[in-house]
């Protein structure tokens, strides 16, 4: 029969049992087990279910051969997009690059949405909102602003996934809580180190993945929530007057965007379970979905595509909200400014005041100039990160059924712990 070989929950190297403690031990690390304790720890994890994530996607359909007769698709010969349109439209522009659009065939065998979010803010207010957005960036270079059009911003809905789930799940976490004394010659940090155990359940309802390739996924989730109480049942009758993005992403990959928000606002909301310790770190998690629903739907987005010294700049509006999210180029000179400023600014006043206590001439003046240069930096880059806000989300916060949550098991186990010391500075010492 062969060794059992455990792993160490700290560094993952092979435990050893020693005669001599009778504790578990790794010789790796140095961390010591009882053999009660590991034994739980091992338990809990051999106890891990497999995960289900399958999506009931029956609800989708595709368009009657009564509806495709109202709508035709336009495509881009220069981007490649594709959008759908109702019969009355003759001609109009490509919202992701301004080209002129061509018809290329009659809508076929596309999926019909369930829903529809209609517009609510016109485009006046789109326009205000984006000047704001501009406006509000200090390291934005002028011409930008000046040069593209605002004035070009054209309505569109785009096509999204949305799920609904009832997910069950356990999450391991591993907390640290320390704890610090002295004695006359040393200091001593303590960490004792627990395998955290939440175990419940939540459900969300309409968590929404973007169905277009043409447009970028992170920008989409940048303008969110989207409020679907104010859907409505789709009808072609929403698409009078307004493009509709056709849906084109592969729904496997809907599917585990999906499950990874699920799985990230599960872990969130357990995680919020949790106090009392000094850090807490995901270890594993194992969720199971039921009650799945995925449904189609055509959300309202107002886009904005615009080219600055050769390169393309896609913004995006929230229909409903007016909330605008589009990433922008940051101006060189404006950077080296306000760097040198927070530099000079923060550096002199910091040279200041140590010159008033110490009266150390160059000592001041170089830890002054340090720490200006590094503040400054700090301070500019965070001015640069708000001319990149597009990101993914995390989770799906705002997805989340009221009253949904509920926790079964709660568990620690206490797995080991470490004493760092450090000499203390004696007199002698100085």
Request: aromatic share 12%.
């Given at each position: 029969m062969p060794n059992l070989q455990l792993k160490c929950p700290c560094c993952g190297g092979t435990l050893e049992f020693d005669n001599k403690s009778q504790n578990v031990v790794c010789p790796y690390c140095d961390s010591q087990f009882t053999t009660e304790d590991l034994k739980k720890y091992t338990d809990e994890i051999a106890s891990n279910k497999q995960e289900e994530t399958a999506w009931d996607e029956s609800r989708v359909q595709e368009y009657t051969s009564q509806e495709m007769k109202g709508m035709k698709i336009y495509s881009c010969d220069s981007c490649g997009g594709e959008i759908i349109v109702d019969e009355t439209t003759s001609s109009t522009k490509c919202p992701y690059c301004g080209n002129n659009l061509v018809v290329s065939k009659q809508l076929s065998g596309d999926l019909k949405p369930n829903y529809v979010i209609p517009f609510k803010n016109d485009k006046e207010n789109v326009q205000a909102d984006l000047k704001k957005f501009f406006k509000k960036k200090p390291l934005l270079p002028s011409s930008f602003s000046k040069e593209n059009t605002i004035e070009e911003i054209r309505s569109l809905y785009v096509p999204f996934w949305i799920f609904d789930a009832d997910v069950n799940g356990k999450v391991r976490f591993k907390g640290e809580?320390?704890?610090?004394?002295?004695?006359?010659?040393?200091?001593?940090?303590?960490?004792?180190?627990?395998?955290?155990?939440?175990?419940?359940?939540?459900?969300?309802?309409?968590?929404?993945?973007?169905?277009?390739?043409?447009?970028?996924?992170?920008?989409?989730?940048?303008?969110?929530?989207?409020?679907?109480?104010?859907?409505?049942?789709?009808?072609?009758?929403?698409?009078?007057?307004?493009?509709?993005?056709?849906?084109?992403?592969?729904?496997?990959?809907?599917f585990n965007r999906a499950t990874q928000r699920c799985r990230e606002g599960t872990i969130d909301a357990f995680r919020n379970d949790i106090s009392g310790y000094s850090n807490v770190s995901v270890e594993d998690s194992n969720i199971q979905l039921s009650n799945t629903k995925a449904s189609y739907a055509l959300y309202p987005v107002w886009v904005l595509s615009t080219k600055w010294k050769e390169k393309n700049y896609l913004f995006a509006v929230n229909g409903q909200s007016g909330k605008v999210a589009g990433n922008l180029p940051v101006s060189v000179p404006k950077f080296i400014l306000f760097l040198t400023l927070f530099f000079l600014g923060i550096g002199g006043a910091i040279f200041g005041i140590l010159f008033a206590i110490?009266?150390?001439?160059?000592?001041?003046?170089?830890?002054?100039?340090?720490?200006?240069?590094v503040i400054g930096l700090v301070i500019v880059l965070i001015m640069r990160s708000k001319n990149k806000p597009v990101k993914y989300q995390h989770g799906a916060s705002n997805y989340v059924r009221p009253d949904s949550l509920f926790i079964s098991n709660r568990r620690e186990i206490y797995l080991y712990r470490r004493v760092t010391k450090t000499r203390r500075a004696s007199s002698n010492d100085k």
């Open positions: 809580r320390r704890r610090t004394w002295s004695d006359s010659n040393y200091n001593y940090e303590e960490t004792k180190y627990y395998s955290i155990i939440r175990e419940g359940g939540i459900a969300f309802d309409h968590v929404p993945v973007d169905g277009s390739k043409k447009m970028d996924d992170k920008l989409m989730e940048s303008i969110e929530p989207f409020d679907f109480s104010q859907a409505e049942e789709f009808s072609v009758a929403y698409l009078a007057g307004i493009a509709a993005d056709r849906y084109d992403v592969d729904k496997d990959e809907t110490t009266q150390e001439l160059v000592m001041s003046l170089i830890i002054g100039l340090i720490i200006g240069l």
